[in-house]
């Protein structure tokens, strides 16, 4: 019996690996730049399936051209925004996804963020990796998580896995999001209607929301005023959600104390007023950057393809 036709955008940690070679006629591009659309478009004629990546860009025109033997797309994320899901379920394409397989290693960058922020480590680092750390050097004074409060924008997986792990910490949590929470998840989480209405209230915000039309460029300079003054923001999020002039200006001010950032509006680019501050902590996109959840992910993803191709329910699909 034939394997089913794959189209795969990237290469993948070990057990995944094996897997795809194990279960599928896998279709690569052949050259070490990551496929454009015109490549895509060139694998996927009689293919099957395809396993794509975040930074595989598929829009309507895509949608419009891709070859009609795919039935299934899986991408290797959470999010969906660089995939037109209109125009895929136009042509009639399911579209897997792989919701709460970071939950936790996300949640632990968050809290990562927060400590490096809070308790100033880029500072430390340098003075340590510099040779500059001796008797005389000044001290470096942070500020403790223990008794702050921290304001979540978004409870879903992610932000009550951050929920749960700043409890341990000691923190008073609030939290924002289209629906309140039943008691039994928010347990002693305190639920406002508005983000305007609980910024007042965070010493620590963290952001776990979607990017979206509403959420773009929603922590701005009138958001980040509402804040107390020295607050401290976390994004692990979408790079989107903040407007970088505004938290840089908040950053030289002092209205924010620090930030701790693991995503960026234009990655892999950063804006580059950032750099030079030193009360910001900077960490690559490694919210799922574990070997765990890598590979779950990846096994997700082919669970949803392989179930698609057998008519079977699958794990994780969009619905429309």
């Known amino acids: 019996m034939s394997k089913p036709?794959?189209?795969?955008?990237?290469?993948?940690?070990p057990a995944i690996e094996e897997r795809l070679e194990r279960e599928?006629?896998?279709?690569?591009?052949t050259s070490d730049r990551a496929p454009r659309s015109e490549d895509l478009l060139a694998l996927a004629d009689g293919a099957d399936a395809m396993f794509i990546a975040p930074m595989d860009r598929l829009d309507a025109a895509f949608f419009e051209r891709v070859s009609k033997s795919v039935k299934v797309i899986s991408t290797y994320s959470v999010g969906l925004d660089h995939i037109d899901l209109k125009a895929a379920a136009a042509r009639n394409i399911s579209i897997g996804y792989t919701p709460g397989a970071n939950a936790d290693a996300t949640a632990e960058i968050a809290i990562l963020l927060m400590l490096g922020a809070a308790r100033r480590a880029y500072e430390g680092q340098q003075l340590v990796r510099?040779?500059?750390w001796n008797s005389t050097s000044r001290r470096i004074l942070g500020w403790e998580l223990s008794g702050k409060s921290l304001g979540i924008l978004g409870m879903g997986?992610?932000?009550?896995?951050?929920?749960k792990r700043a409890r341990a910490f000691g923190m008073q949590i609030h939290y924002t999001n289209p629906a309140e929470l039943s008691q039994d998840i928010a347990r002693d989480s305190v639920y406002h209607r508005s983000l305007a209405e609980m910024l007042p209230l965070c010493n620590f915000l963290s952001l776990h929301a979607p990017e979206t039309a509403e959420t773009h460029h929603m922590i701005d300079a009138k958001a980040l005023a509402l804040l107390p003054h020295g607050a401290i923001l976390i994004n692990t999020a979408r790079g989107g959600l903040i407007v970088d002039s505004d938290v840089i200006a908040a950053l030289k001010s002092g209205q924010l104390a620090a930030a701790g950032l693991d995503v960026f509006e234009m990655e892999a680019a950063v804006n580059p007023d950032y750099l030079p501050l030193n009360n910001v902590f900077?960490?690559?996109?490694?919210?799922s950057a574990t070997i765990e959840t890598r590979t779950r992910m990846g096994m997700i993803c082919l669970d949803n393809i392989s179930a698609v191709l057998l008519g079977k329910p699958a794990p994780s699909l969009v619905r429309s």
């Open 282 to 287: 900077l960490l690559p996109h490694l919210g």
């Open 5 to 13: 036709k794959l189209v795969v955008t990237t290469r993948y940690l």
């Open 130 to 132: 510099t040779q500059s």
């Open 157 to 163: 997986r992610i932000g009550q896995a951050v929920a």
């Open 24 to 29: 599928f006629d896998v279709r690569r591009e």
